[in-house]
Structure formats: C-alpha cells, structure tokens
C-alpha cells in the first residue's frame, strides 16, 4: 500500500506526540511524507442532511439515558495486572446510531496508577496523535515518562487504542498482496516524488486505487465506523468506566482534533483539555495539504540555520547555505543514480531520501546529529546512514507485515457488560492503514484526479518535494467511503476553558493552527512555544511544563500572550 507518514514523525515511541515514519515499498515511497504533512483532517460540522456535533450535543449530552447505550456506559472495567501498569478492554458499540445491533469495538486500555493516591484527582487520558499511534503500546513502551511528577501524583494515566487501531478487534487492515502488480503507468521503478507526465500521474492514481480497493476488500465493514466522531463518543465512554464524572485529556496533534470534537459533543463533560501540536478544524484536504508542505520546508531551512547550534562540527556543511546546497544537490543525484546501501540490494534514491529528511524534522535534539552524519556520508557516496534513519520509523512502527490476515468480523453483543482484562500479546501495528482511513473517512476529498494535479503543482511550486508529497497521499482518498464531517469552524457551546499549546517551529503541525485554534474555542487560552520540534508538553522545558501542570491540576489558567 501507499505507506503514509504523518504529524508524528520521528520522536521516540516513548515520547506522545511521536508518530514514525512508516516507508512503504519502494516504489510507493513517494507518498511517505504526504499524509505527514496533512495531519489530522480537519473535524467538522456535517453535511444538511447529519446533525453538526454541535447540533449533536442535546441528545448526545447524556447518552448514558439512552436504553441502548446503558449497558455501555455501565460498564466496570475489570483490570488485570499488565507489569507495573494495569490493563483492561473497554467495549463500544460500533455504530452509534444503531448501538442494540450486537456489533462492538473491543479497545485496549492501560493506566499507570499515581503513587499518590491521597492526592489523586481522577483519571489523565491521553491520545498520542497519528490517527492510528497506539496508546496502550506508548504506555507499555514507558509513555507515561512523558507527564511530570505532579501530573503522575494527582491523576492515573490512562492511554487506549481507537476504534480499529493496532490491538482494537476488530482492527483496520489495508495490506495489498505483496505480488499484486500495479496497473497503468511504469510499474518498474520507483513513482516520482513530483510526477509530471500522463504516465507518472496514471501510475500514482492506479498505486492509489489499488490501496484503496484493498482497504475495502479487507476492512469494509469497519471502515463507516472509524471516523473521529465516533472515536470521541468511545472517549465518553471511557471517561464513564473510569469513574470520571467529567474528562481530563492531553491530546498530542491528531489527539488534538479528537479532543476538539470530543469537546464539541461534550462540553458539558469536559474538566481540562489539553491540546498540544494543535490543528485547524476550519481547514480544507488542499488548504492542509498547502500549509503543511510550507512547514516542512520551512523545518528544513530552520536545520540549516540552526544545526550548528544543535550538533556542533557535525554539521554536513560549514554555514547554512552549504547546507541547503549540499541537500538540494543530493536530490537531483539520487533522482538519477541512487546511492548505494551497504549489505543491502537496494539503494537509496530521492523517495528514501526525501522520507530520511522529513523524519527528522520532529525532534531537532535526538534526530539532527544522525541527519547530519548521513548527509555527510551520503555527499561521499554511501547512503547507509540516511537509509537507517528511513527505515528506523517503519521498524518502530512496524512495516505492515506480520499479521496479514483478514481482519476478524464485527464482535456481536448482547447483554450486561463486564470489560475483561487486556491480553498480553503485541497486535500488528496498523498505524498507516488507520492513519489513511481516518483521515480519508473525516475529510471530504474530491474524485477528479485533476483536482489533485491542480492542487499538485501549486504546491510543487510553493514548496518543491515537501509541498508535492503532501498532496500525492491524498490521492488515497479520492475513493473513500464518504464521512459526515466537513471542515468548520469549532461550535462548542458551554465548554470550559481549553489549554491550546504551540510551538513555533513546529512542521508537523504549524504555529498558525494551534493560533487559530485557541480563537475559535470558547475561552481557548494558547500557551506559545519559542522552539523548533514537534509539539512541546514533555519535550521542551518546566516553562511549559509547569504552565500545563498548572492547568490540569489546579485548572489555572494560562494569561493571553503566554509564551516559554
């Protein structure tokens, strides 16, 4: 499949907010930073004919009334102990409208208890972004480093799966058949970063039909049903099984748009939202698409600028200028004779560079030291150390492989419900596939290619490769089930006041997104990042950790203008 990366490249998988780049084959690598760079899709009100979540919220605001959702939200959730944290499995219905049909989500749930239980406020739920990064794994895998001493002891926290993300059943599985050959256009070699020709755009809509096919084939049941409006009625959900009267959640990029629309069906049950690496719900696929390649761009000058700062001597090149020059040019070589790889057949051509440089854009701390030393080794020859870095994110992540199996049909239910503990056992990681889906599912897209070309070639223009990649995997969605949500502006009436946090180097997720954010959220408070990196709670500095502490703690609020 067409292996899309996104919002969270690069930070470590103990780190929220951390999203790997997952490379696809090679000749699909192409459409790797596409869906990086869109992000979330924008949440939004819904079509004349479908209630806005705004407009949801009267029936929506007590759904534990609701006959049919009673057993739901009754539910205990029966822990079991998983090493030093505790794990359970939260049952949701899989369609809303139709909740007494027996079909369910069974979702992984796994907390840390606070050690200090006299001084605990309730339960901290945290999304660490994607669509498709899987919270039970960020918890197993020391997640909860990345909340403080005081966060960890006043409140348990709590990550889960979504609905048909990695240890979810059922789960979302869009593998293609890896011998599947590709129709129309050259099939034999790698797909152009920026195709230009009939031929190379025919070849990127059939690669993208074909994963799209292939998703349909092997999760249509599931895939109506794994939208964010659905995914913030399962936090509602698991707000009531924790025992929480009303919800405290941290959200890291995409967890910040399904924190919004948790938000705009539930005011009423929100304590403290947290939105960390925030993105515009008022943004279109195009206008996304746009944005994020100019953001990209702009990292990647911001590392030519900044790298001497960073890693000192071992900077690829001796001033910002050389830099640029030094990737420019490797470019243009790659694209015609790609750099070999040591022990390996394969080699390093634009499409693994092009994933190598955007994967490292997330967490200038740990990643532009290695950045560095592959851009020095590949201006000699060798594109060993970029391909490590390429492919460090898909081993991560996971490559897609393992369990290729169909994914199980929809778990019928009926009866009281007693949520059994979690097993022990390490799912396939679906993260891109999940990524697609939701995005594709919340985001209208058009079915004309020639719209994508339009769009394409501005971007191209704009922002070169960056810009060109982040329309490519929105091709993916040309033929996708369609959602209720268009983008809108944020309707939320009641709601407390939220915590939006912005970093201003931010490429995954622009400083411009979480402005305008924090000004479409009644009482939105934003709390200014001075830094470069993706997103900023549990990765930047105690300014920002105490402003955000303070906040979920003590509901403190952040003054205007706020900034670390």
Partial sequence: MAGPVRRHLGRTPRTPGARAPRRSPERRAALALALTVLGAVPLAACTPDTPTAAQATATAAEPSAQPALQAFYGQKLDWAACGELKCATLTVPMDYAHPENGKTFELPVVKAVTAMPDQRIGSLVFNPGGPGASGAAQMKDGGVDSFTKQARAHFDIVGFDPRGVAGSKPALDCTTPDDAPDQGGDSDGPQALYPRTDAERQAALADADRTAAACQARSGDILPHIGTLDAARDLDVLRAALGDDKLSYVGWSYGTYLGTIYAEQFPQRVRALVLDG?????????????????????????????????????????????????????????????????????????????????????????????????????????????????????????????????????????????????????????????????????????????????????????????????????????????????????????????????????????YKDAQSLASQLPGGMLLTYKGLGHTAYGRSNACVSDAVDGYLVDLKPVQPGASC
């Fill in 278 to 510: 925030a993105m515009d719900p008022a943004l279109d696929w195009s206008e996304e698409a746009l944005s994020g390649g100019r953001a990209f761009r702009k990292a990647v000058d911001d590392y030519a600028d900044n790298c001497a700062k960073i890693v000192g001597q071992a900077c690829p090149a001796a001033t910002p200028d050389g830099i640029r020059t030094l990737i420019s040019d490797l470019y243009t070589k790659t694209a015609r004779h790609p750099l070999r790889i040591k022990g390996s057949d394969q080699r390093l051509d634009e499409n693994m560079l092009h994933s190598a440089i955007t994967a490292s854009m997330y967490t200038p701390e740990a990643q532009w030291q290695p950045l560095s030393e592959g851009l020095t080794a590949a201006r000699k020859g060798d594109g060993t150390k970029l391909a490590d870095i390429a492919d460090h994110g898909q081993n991560l992540q996971g490559d897609g492989t393992g369990d290729s199996g169909s994914t199980p049909a929809p778990k019928t239910f009926s009866g009281a419900l007693t949520a059994a503990p979690a097993a022990d056992t390490t799912p396939r990681d679906n993260s891109g596939d999940a990524l697609m889906a939701v995005n594709c599912l919340d985001n209208p897209h058009p079915k004309d290619p020639q719209a994508y070309w339009q769009v394409l070639d501005r971007a191209y223009q704009e922002s070169g490769a960056f810009g060109a990649s982040t329309v490519l995997a929105d091709l993916n969605c040309r033929n996708w089930p369609t959602g209720p949500l268009q983008p809108h502006r944020v309707k939320a009436d009641g709601l407390p006041p939220v915590l939006v946090v912005g970093t201003t180097g931010d490429a995954a997720t622009p």
